[in-house]
C-alpha cells in the first residue's frame, strides 16, 4: 500500500490564525463603537503607501528644476551639477559654481578672474630714432 496517498491532499493552514485573529479584532472594536481607531488605521495605512509616491515625484520635480549640464570652461568636460553648489570637475579638478545656469570657475573673494585673448601680431618694419642727446653733450 502507498502510505503517502493522504498527504498529498493536505491544506496549509498555517497563516489563517494571525488573519482570523485580525479580522477578530476589527469586528470587536466596531461592536464596541471604537470603529474609529480602525478607521483611523486604515487612514494611516493609506498615507504610508502614499508618502513614497508623493516623496519620489517630488524630488524628481526639484531635480528638474536644480540640475544643470553644461561643460567645464577649462578643459571643456561635459558634466552635470546642482545649481547653487560648488562641484569639482572630475577631468581637470578646477573648482566650480554654477551662475546663470552656466559652470564658472570659483575664485576666492578679490580675485580678478580674465579670459586671455590672442592677439595677432603683425610684422612691420619699425623706423629707429636716433639716438637722443643729452643736456651734458654726450
Known amino acids: 500500500m502507498n502510505s503517502n496517498g493522504f498527504k ?3 491544506l496549509n ?5 494571525c488573519w482570523l485573529s485580525a479580522i477578530a479584532v476589527v469586528w470587536l472594536l466596531g461592536a464596541l463603537g471604537l ?4 478607521k483611523s488605521v486604515v487612514v494611516l495605512i493609506f498615507l504610508l503607501l502614499l508618502a513614497p509616491i508623493v516623496a519620489f515625484i517630488g524630488f524628481r520635480w526639484w531635480l528638474q ?3 544643470v549640464e553644461g561643460d567645464c570652461p577649462v578643459c571643456g568636460f561635459h558634466m552635470t551639477g546642482l ?8 577631468n581637470c579638478s578646477t573648482l566650480l559654481k554654477v551662475e546663470q545656469g552656466q559652470f564658472k570657475r570659483a575664485t576666492p573673494d578679490g580675485t ?6 590672442e592677439v595677432e601680431v603683425v610684422a612691420e618694419t619699425i623706423e629707429q630714432l636716433p639716438p637722443q642727446q643729452t643736456s651734458d653733450g654726450q
Open 35 to 38: 470603529g474609529w481607531i480602525v
Open 65 to 67: 528644476r536644480n540640475l
Open 112 to 117: 580678478i578672474d580674465v579670459d586671455a585673448v
Open 83 to 90: 545649481r547653487g553648489a560648488q562641484t569639482p570637475c572630475l
Open 13 to 17: 493552514w498555517s497563516g489563517v490564525g
Open 8 to 10: 498529498q491532499i493536505q
